[in-house]
């Protein structure tokens, strides 16, 4: 290779190792998956709840809690529940499981149940990412979604 030619593919070569190190910094890529450190906030939508994660298993998605934020409930139990997690510490407990893609829309899964510690009740479950996926709106609901409610979890991560 002549000295010419040599400088010009060192020259694309840092050009192109330099653009692919800036576009992760620089681009704003959506999260295509509900997996991460959620903020789940109260119902008023203003106080801040707990931090769950999310982790997908094989196309499975299950939470655990990972953080109370009112420190006078850090070592609550699930006094209330009526399974196997019945008088579990909150934080480290699996609240929801099993939840699946949605085969029609890319942004929504569902299939599964969450379960809420204050008062031990398990509903079915629906996630949807919301703001470029920076949200997740998190609809608890029983029998059919219209009958539920819906939280606005934020990404942490």
């Not at 919301?130 to 934020?154: C, N």
Request: proline share 5%; glycine share 10%; charged share 30%.
């Amino acid at each position: 290779m002549k000295p010419k030619n040599l400088l010009a593919a060192a020259l694309l070569a840092f050009a192109a190792g330099g653009a692919s190190a800036q576009t992760p910094a620089n681009a704003a890529v959506a999260p295509s998956s509900p997996a991460g450190l959620w903020k789940t906030i109260d119902d008023d939508g203003k106080t801040e709840k707990s931090l769950v994660r999310i982790t997908d298993a094989g196309g499975v998605y299950s939470a655990k809690v990972e953080k109370i934020s009112d420190p006078t409930k850090a070592d609550s139990k699930c006094d209330q529940c009526t399974d196997e997690r019945k008088d579990k510490p909150v934080v480290g407990m699996t609240i929801m499981r099993n939840v699946k893609a949605a085969a029609d829309d890319k942004n929504l899964w569902d299939g599964g149940d969450i379960l809420d510690p204050n008062n031990g009740k398990v509903y079915k479950v629906r996630l949807k990412l919301a703001d470029g996926g920076k949200k997740l709106d998190v609809r608890g609901y029983i029998g059919a979604p219209l009958l539920g409610r819906t939280q606005t979890w934020i990404r942490v991560e």
